[in-house]
């Protein structure tokens, strides 16, 4: 196929790569680092470092560097493959054809068979706040800040506003989380979520519930931040020198041209497609974060083959909804995958539970970073594995392995019979399993 990309940021990578999953990650890495050295170093034999010191400049600069590499890298791919890379704004004029606005100024009309639409999502704001990206910022700003706040106010408590919560309160910010729903990390599974809420709790977040931002105001250097308690109207103020956004992302689709097209969008502002990521329209498809489904770059990325399979094979591309896979990347990680005990009780399907707590595996025993659990959730009648849910030291890795199992129809009892390398953290996956179809050996 002869294929055009058109991407007005003018390096490769999207949302994830600029200022999204690779950059947040590499401040979480780094954020570790210097907590376990402060934290726990010296429990190991490892002297002289208790004093320790970061230097935001610095980790900002290495973060920096491995985001330019990795768009590098995309970059050559599209050249080793002979892939069109178009700098600039593009606009859908018909079906068949696109206008591409480069950012040199000057303009094209792209003519094509397919247009493929992954513009994924932008930031969703709150009304009355105005981000800077400085004091007042949304996930993109906490990745630039030059320094640690004393007071960082954290309004919303998902997956992303809590890794950047995270980031900044191992580096020494206090950080208040106001979360307008009962529970935290939404999507998780509930007993995952309040084990993680009280780990968060543990290192030094403090949570407000059930509660909504009313406004903010500028005082001086700092933030004045209403809140107000969903159940009894109660107001309350929080005062802060920044203020991180982190309500959830909205589909990008203003000004591509969908009206040129009869292409709409539904209440979400999402794009409406088939299972196979057809929109109404003949020759035009969408992916990613502004069509229905969880906004997850892994989402889109497999979404993306299928379209492109279709494409060539009509009717041949396919992705199971199913097993995608879920993580959060603090510490304790949580990883999820398939149904959740809420989801199971509300379809009213009989299920059986398997659990293993790290605690008992001897690899994070040794390591000492034994927190959390795996847990199992298998149809009661079949063993299938239906869910899987996680939090504790790598799972966001090791929950690949149940992700494999449900997609090729795995019981409980086939992972179970499955030989793990010892000492390792996924036995405790193992054990779960067992836990799930008879009972496990080690607890």
């Known amino acids: 196929m002869k294929v055009t990309c058109i991407e007005k940021r003018g390096t490769l990578g999207g949302t994830c790569l600029n200022v999204g999953c690779i950059p947040s990650k590499a401040l979480l ?24 010191t970061i230097d935001v400049d610095t980790m900002i600069k290495s973060k920096n560097s491995s985001v330019k590499k990795l768009t590098a890298g995309i970059e050559y791919l599209f050249k080793k493959n002979g892939v069109v890379y178009e700098k600039g704004t593009g606009k859908i004029l018909a079906a068949d054809k696109v206008e591409v606005k480069t950012n040199d100024g000057t303009t094209k009309v792209v003519t094509t068979k397919n247009i493929v639409i992954a513009t994924g999502s932008e930031v969703a704001s709150l009304p009355g706040l105005t981000i800077d990206e400085e004091t007042c910022i949304s ?30 309160g191992r580096l020494g910010a206090k950080v208040t989380v106001i979360e307008y729903m009962p529970a935290i990390a939404a999507g998780a599974d509930g007993e995952i ?31 004045k931040v209403e809140v107000k308690d969903n159940k009894t109207g109660a107001i309350s103020h929080l005062v802060g020198d920044v203020v991180l956004v982190s309500i959830g992302r909205k589909p990008f689709t203003q ?58 094979s009509p009717g041949s591309g396919h992705v199971n909804y199913d097993c995608i896979p879920s993580v959060i990347y603090t510490h304790p990680e949580v990883a999820w995958v398939g149904k959740t005990e809420e989801q199971l009780k509300a379809d009213g399907i009989k299920y059986k539970v398997g659990k293993f707590p790290f605690a008992a595996n001897s690899r994070a025993k040794t390591n000492d970073d034994n927190e959390g659990f795996v847990k199992f959730l298998t149809d009661a009648e079949t063993d299938r594995v239906i869910g899987c849910h996680m939090i504790g030291p790598n799972v966001g890795e090791l929950i690949a392995e149940a992700v494999l199992a449900m997609e090729y129809g795995a019981s409980a009892e086939d992972i179970a019979r499955t030989c793990h390398a010892h000492p390792t953290l996924s036995e405790a996956v193992k054990e779960a399993a067992m836990a799930a179809y008879d009972k496990p050996i080690h607890f």
Do not use: C
């Not at 974060?289 to 906004?295: E, K, L, N, S």
């Open 29 to 52: 890495h780094t954020s570790h680092l210097y907590h376990q050295t402060k934290k726990y170093m010296g429990d190991h034999g490892i002297k002289g470092v208790e004093n320790s």
């Open 139 to 168: 996930s993109t700003g906490a990745l630039e800040l030059k320094k640690v706040p004393e007071h960082l106010i954290l309004i919303g408590g998902g997956v992303i506003g809590l890794e950047m919560g995270s980031v900044w």
């Open 193 to 223: 979520a309040k084990e993680f809420q009280k780990s968060l709790k543990t290192q030094g977040m403090t949570f407000i519930m059930e509660s909504a931002v009313q406004g903010a105001v500028k005082e001086g250097n700092n933030w």
């Open 255 to 312: 000004g591509l041209g969908l009206e040129n097209i009869g292409l709409q969008t539904n209440k979400r502002g999402q794009i409406e497609t088939d299972e196979h990521r057809r929109t109404s329209v003949p020759g035009v498809w969408a992916i990613g974060d502004v069509i229905t489904g969880p906004m997850l770059a892994h989402k889109a990325e497999e979404e993306g083959i299928a379209v492109i399979e279709d494409i060539a």
